[in-house]
């Protein structure tokens, strides 16, 4: 059974930037891509970004393109996600989700963490 | 960028009843590569149905997805207490390009 863990919640001011991680259970971390989503409070799903560990191949979200840094180690089986000038529309749960349930390019999100909430606030 | 819109927004029906529920993408989704989750409060979303029509692991048959190219629908056939949650529907047409609809909110009427 694959479980993906979050960090915990995290407050932050304007300007700053926030690193969430996600660790994956199992032995497999490396053949699934794994994304990042995002949910404003009463909103809707917002994908930002994902990458595919083996091939380190990764792809963001025009929304986020230059804002977001999504990585990997594959050491320890935890994905990142860091947003940097943060801003008080980026207050959301963040969700790390696999693709899958095969590692075949064209999978859909089978497993997700549990969330984490930013809040950005002076 | 496809853009999948839902209808309708809110759906209020009662339990047993059939609930229809409708996502519409502005160009055609790559080898029909359309899921469908269920959210509830406070949970993450739960993987419906994918491929437009394969159930996921553990899903219920009352849950029935349907539909190809543009215009895909998900059946719920006999409405239980647990299936009122909000429903989104995802194309994943390429690896790494991913959007989401805006949601259907299904409510007790």
């Keep these: 059974q694959v479980q993906l863990v979050q960090s915990g919640a995290e407050v932050k001011k304007p300007g700053s930037s926030v690193k969430v991680s996600c660790k994956a259970s199992g032995d497999t971390f490396s053949t699934f891509a794994m994304s990042w989503v995002r949910q404003a409070p009463g909103q809707g799903l917002e994908w930002m970004g994902g990458i595919i560990p083996i091939f380190?191949?990764?792809?963001?979200?025009?929304?986020?393109?230059?804002?977001?840094?999504?990585?990997?180690d594959k050491s320890t089986g935890t994905a990142y996600m860091e947003l940097s000038?943060?801003?008080?529309?980026?207050?959301?749960?963040?969700?790390?989700?696999?693709?899958?349930?095969?590692?075949?390019?064209g999978q859909p999100f089978d497993y997700w963490g549990q969330g984490t909430l930013v809040t950005v606030s002076s | 960028e496809i853009v999948l819109t839902q209808s309708p927004g809110t759906l209020s029906l009662s339990?047993?009843?059939?609930a229809t529920l409708s996502c519409r993408a502005s160009q055609s989704v790559n080898s029909n590569y359309l899921a469908w989750y269920q959210q509830k409060p406070g949970q993450a979303p739960r993987l419906l149905i994918y491929?437009?029509?394969?159930?996921?692991?553990g899903i219920p048959d009352r849950f029935s997805g349907s539909g190809s190219g543009t215009d895909f629908t998900l059946t719920i056939s006999r409405?239980?207490?647990?299936?009122?949650?909000?429903?989104?529907?995802?194309?994943?047409?390429?690896?790494?390009?991913?959007?989401?609809?805006q949601?259907?909110?299904?409510?007790i009427k």
């Design chain 1, 56 to 72: 380190g191949t990764i792809k963001y979200a025009q929304k986020f393109q230059g804002r977001v840094t999504i990585s990997t």
């Design chain 1, 85 to 105: 000038s943060l801003r008080s529309e980026d207050t959301a749960v963040y969700y790390c989700a696999r693709e899958g349930p095969t590692a075949a390019a």
């Design chain 2, 15 to 18: 339990p047993g009843e059939r």
């Design chain 2, 51 to 57: 491929g437009a029509t394969t159930r996921a692991t």
């Design chain 2, 79 to 101: 409405l239980e207490p647990e299936d009122f949650a909000v429903y989104y529907c995802q194309q994943y047409g390429s690896s790494l390009s991913i959007t989401f609809g």
């Design chain 2, 103 to 107: 949601g259907t909110r299904l409510e």
